[in-house]
């Protein structure tokens, strides 16, 4: 299972630090994604990290300004939001999954298990 957490309400250019605690796996194995899903939006990809060497990649409108990290011995996954537009407002969610590689990695389909999603607001 997985929960997220760490959302929030928060003026353009704050800061926001979500996490995601997972439970009944054994994290080092899977790749980790960060999605949102703004209203009447389809659900996007933010940022990856992968199992082994956790390589982190960005989609273009999170890169400079986010940041994924994984601490596997606490199973916890964080995305750190640094200047934070109002178009960053969404639904975040967590998910994990084995099969997720280079190509795949913004595809929601392959991820195994994720987490119920936590709100970020940011106002202008």
């Known amino acids: 299972q997985l929960q997220a957490c760490g959302g929030g309400l928060v003026q353009a250019g704050g800061s926001l630090r979500l996490s995601c605690a997972a439970s009944?796996?054994?994290?080092?194995?899977?790749?980790i994604g960060w999605f949102r899903q703004a209203p009447g939006k389809e659900r996007e990809g933010v940022s990856c990290?992968?199992?082994?060497?956790?390589?982190?990649y960005y989609t273009d409108s999170a890169k400079g300004r986010f940041t994924i990290s994984r601490d596997n011995a606490k199973k916890m996954v964080y995305l750190q939001m640094n200047s934070l537009k109002p178009e960053d407002t969404a639904v975040y969610y967590c998910?994990?999954?084995?099969?997720?590689?280079?190509?795949?990695?913004?595809?929601?389909?392959?991820?195994?298990?994720w987490g119920l999603g936590t709100q970020v607001t940011v106002s202008s």
């Open positions: 998910a994990i999954g084995l099969r997720p590689t280079k190509a795949t990695m913004w595809a929601p389909a392959f991820y195994d298990y």
């Open positions: 009944g796996v054994t994290l080092d194995y899977y790749a």
């Open positions: 990290i992968t199992s082994g060497f956790g390589d982190t």
